[in-house]
């Protein structure tokens, strides 16, 4: 597990990166914190890293943003917190998209946690203050 801890958004690239280098072949990363933790600011730093011009914006509605890496891969940017029922995941596919192969990035996970294939990277976000924060990535 690796834990970094941040005093402003200045310091979330070094976040998006330690995601990206502790990833280990695993495609879905699962993100954990309280409304306004971070966790859309910070899939939007990984989009960067990543080489993205994409906008990056919580796929609240639609359930699903796909977005592209320079390299002209789809990552999929998952927000589960207006879901009401697990079989509402299945009606949009979510297999297809967990066992795509591509980037997976998932809001509001706890919301389908059964649903996260067994080797998901978790990352929780603990707010420490209002503009720090502390990440934990296994």
């Not at 859309?40 to 509605?61: K, Q, Y």
């Not at 002209?72 to 940017?77: A, C, D, F, K, S």
């Not at 990035?105 to 929780?124: F, G, R, S």
């Amino acid at each position: 597990m690796k834990e970094i801890v941040i005093a402003s958004l200045d310091e979330l690239k070094d976040v998006a990166e330690a995601v990206i280098e502790s990833l280990d072949g695993r495609n879905v990363v699962a993100l954990f914190g309280a409304m306004g933790a971070g966790k859309t600011t910070l899939i939007s730093a990984i989009m960067e890293h990543l080489g993205s011009t994409d906008n990056v914006t919580s796929p609240t509605f639609a359930l699903v943003n796909q977005y592209s890496t320079a390299a002209n891969e789809p990552v999929y940017h998952f927000d589960f917190y207006r879901i009401n029922r697990i079989e509402e995941a299945f009606d949009m596919g979510y297999e297809e998209y967990f066992y795509s192969g591509g980037l997976c990035l998932v809001e509001w996970p706890e919301l389908v946690e059964q649903l996260l294939p067994e080797d998901a990277m978790v990352v929780k976000i603990d707010i420490l203050s209002p503009t720090e924060r502390k990440f934990s990535i296994t």
